[in-house]
C-alpha cells in the first residue's frame, strides 16, 4: 500500500506540472509589447543604463537569450503578424510589409483595405483581412465572454495585425493629422474617449523639444518628425494609458489583451543605425517609457494581475561605412544592379518585352502573361532568371518558385525563405546579398535571415512564469502556443510554434 500511495502521489504531482499555470485565475491584463526594430544586443550593450522597464523585465521577466525569426523577409509587417499568431508567412499570408498583387496589377500594402474608410483623418483605411489566420486576441475573445483585444502604434500595420480579426479596436498616428485613427473595419466612428483624446492635441506638446543634438519643429511638421524621434514612444504610450482607463482594460473580472508596439526605435535606426548614439538614446528612453507603463498599470490594475511580453520585429544591419572601418565585410549594392542583369539575360535568351513587373530588387515578379504569349514555360524564365542573378557579384542566394513549391533548398536560409514564401502572394524569383550586403546610398536597414536582423529578445514576465535566463533556441513563433497554453485557450490557427513550458510554473 505504501509503494501503491507513492505512486499515485507521483502520477498527481506529473498532472499538476503539466496543468496550464493560470487556468483557474487567469491575468486580468496581457500586455504584448513589440519595440519596432531591436536587436537582442541592445539589452546586453545598453544594460548599465537601464533603470526601468527593460531592467524590470530582465531582472524579473523569464529572459530568452537565443530568440529568432525563422521566417524572411525580417520585416515590420511579418513580424508583427507572427508575434500573437505564431505563423510564418506561408502560413498567414502576410509576406511583405507589401507585395505586388498579380489581380490589381499594383503593389498592395499588407494592412491595406479599399472597403473601409479611415476615421480621424481623410484616407483610405486599413484591416487585417490580408492576414489569413487568427491571433491569440482572437482566440481569447472567441473563449472568454467581454474580452477586450486592442491594438496601438505609430504605425497602421503595427496597430492592426497583431491584434487580430475580431480586436475591439486597432489605433495608429497619422502625421498629416496630428492624432490618432482607426477605421470603419472597427466602428462606425471613434470612440469619444478617442475623438476627446485628440482635441487635447497631445502631440502639439513636443514642437521644439530636444534629444541629443536635435530639436523638433516648432510648427505642425512636428508631427512627422515625432516619428523618428524618442517622443513617438512616450506618445504611443500616453495614448495606451488613456485606452486602459477609458475601456477599463484589466479592472473588468476578465482577461484582455493589449498589443503596444514602440516605432520610434525603426526610424532612427534606419536613419542612424545601430552603432550611433542615436539608437542609444531611444532604447534608454523605450526603458523608461516601458517604466512609466508599468506605473501605470501598477496603479490601475497591479502589475501582479498583468502578464507582460516583450520582443521585437526585426533587427538591423551595421551601417556599411562602419562596417568598413572595423575592416569587416559588406558594403552597398548598387539600386538595380540585378535587376538589369536579369532583364538583360532574359531579353537575350527570348526576345523584347517587359519581363519583370515589380519594383522590387529583391522580389521578382514576371510578366506571365508575355511568358503565355511567347509560349514559354514559367519555371524555365524563372530559371534563366535565376542564373542570370547569381552571377552578380555579392549576390548570396537566389531562389526560385519551383525550388520552394518543392522544397529543393538548403537547411537553414532556404527553409526560412520557404517560411517567407505563400504562392498566390509571393514572387517568383528572391535574390539575397551577401551578409551585410544592402541596397541604399545612406543609412541602414533589414530584411535577411542573418542573425543581426533574426535574434530578438523575446521576455515574459508575470504570475506563473519562472524567472531567469534561457539559454535554449527558440522562435519567436513560440510565443503564441505558449500564450495560448498559459491562458488555457485554442492555439491560433497557424501557429507553428511549441509551448515554451520550461518558463510556466
Not at 529572459?63 to 507572427?82: K, L
Not at 519555371?379 to 548570396?396: C, L, S, Y
Request: neutral net charge.
Amino acid at each position: 500500500m505504501p509503494k501503491l500511495r507513492a505512486i499515485r502521489l507521483a502520477v498527481l504531482l506529473t498532472v499538476m506540472c503539466a496543468a496550464p499555470a493560470l487556468a483557474a485565475q487567469p491575468p486580468k491584463l496581457v500586455l504584448a509589447i513589440v519595440v519596432d526594430q531591436f536587436r537582442y544586443d541592445y539589452l546586453t550593450r545598453f544594460r548599465s543604463d537601464y533603470h526601468a522597464g527593460l531592467d524590470r523585465l530582465l531582472t524579473k521577466g523569464a529572459v530568452f537569450t537565443n530568440a529568432r525569426y525563422e521566417h524572411y523577409p525580417t520585416v515590420t509587417a511579418v513580424g508583427h503578424s507572427t508575434f500573437l499568431s505564431g505563423a510564418t508567412p506561408s502560413m498567414s499570408g502576410i509576406v511583405g510589409n507589401e507585395w505586388y498583387d498579380r489581380e490589381t496589377g499594383k503593389v498592395v500594402a499588407s494592412v491595406s483595405d479599399g472597403s473601409v474608410k479611415l476615421l480621424g483623418a481623410d484616407g483610405d483605411g486599413a484591416s487585417p483581412r490580408r492576414m489569413l489566420v487568427d491571433t491569440v486576441g482572437d482566440e481569447l475573445k472567441m473563449a472568454r465572454s467581454g474580452s477586450k483585444v486592442m491594438g496601438v502604434s505609430l504605425k497602421d500595420r503595427s496597430a492592426i495585425l497583431p491584434a487580430g480579426h475580431m480586436a475591439d479596436g486597432a489605433y495608429w498616428f497619422d502625421p498629416r493629422a496630428g492624432s490618432f485613427v482607426s477605421s470603419t473595419f472597427y466602428f462606425a466612428e471613434l470612440p469619444g474617449w478617442v475623438a476627446a483624446y485628440n482635441a487635447s492635441r497631445p502631440a502639439d506638446r513636443f514642437r521644439g523639444a530636444h534629444w541629443l543634438d536635435r530639436t523638433l519643429p516648432s510648427d505642425t511638421s512636428v508631427y512627422a518628425a515625432l516619428e523618428g524621434s524618442p517622443y513617438g514612444n512616450e506618445l504611443v504610450e500616453s495614448f495606451a494609458e488613456r485606452a486602459i482607463q477609458a475601456e477599463k482594460l484589466g479592472q473588468r473580472n476578465v482577461t484582455d489583451l493589449l498589443a503596444v508596439s514602440f516605432s520610434a526605435n525603426d526610424y532612427v535606426g534606419h536613419a542612424a543605425g545601430p552603432d550611433s548614439p542615436e539608437v542609444k538614446e531611444v532604447s534608454i528612453q523605450t526603458d523608461r517609457v516601458i517604466g512609466k507603463l508599468f506605473g501605470f498599470l501598477d496603479g490601475a490594475v497591479g502589475m501582479s494581475n498583468v502578464l507582460v511580453i516583450l520582443t521585437a520585429d526585426h533587427g538591423v544591419a551595421p551601417v556599411p561605412e562602419v562596417n568598413a572601418a572595423r575592416r569587416m565585410p559588406g558594403g552597398r549594392m548598387p539600386q538595380g544592379v540585378v535587376r538589369k542583369a536579369v532583364e538583360a539575360a532574359l531579353i537575350d535568351k527570348y526576345g523584347a518585352g517587359q519581363w519583370i513587373l515589380s519594383p522590387s530588387d529583391t522580389a521578382f515578379y514576371f510578366n506571365r502573361e508575355l511568358i503565355r504569349q511567347k509560349k514559354l514555360e514559367v519555371a524555365e524564365v524563372e530559371r534563366t532568371a535565376a542564373d542570370a542573378a547569381r552571377q552578380v557579384a555579392h549576390v548570396f542566394r537566389v531562389y526560385t518558385a519551383e525550388m520552394l513549391l518543392h522544397g529543393a533548398v538548403d537547411v537553414q536560409v532556404g527553409r526560412r525563405v520557404m517560411n517567407g514564401f505563400y504562392a498566390p502572394r509571393s514572387p517568383d524569383l528572391y535574390v539575397l546579398l551577401e551578409p551585410y550586403w544592402l541596397y541604399g546610398s545612406k543609412g541602414t536597414t533589414h530584411s535577411t535571415t542573418f542573425s543581426y536582423d533574426a535574434h530578438v529578445p523575446v521576455i515574459f514576465m508575470g504570475p506563473g512564469i519562472k524567472a531567469g535566463r534561457f539559454n535554449q533556441q527558440i522562435s519567436v513563433n513560440d510565443v503564441a502556443p505558449t500564450l495560448a497554453t498559459y491562458l488555457d485557450i485554442e492555439t491560433p490557427s497557424g501557429s507553428v510554434g511549441r509551448c515554451l513550458s520550461e518558463i510556466l510554473f
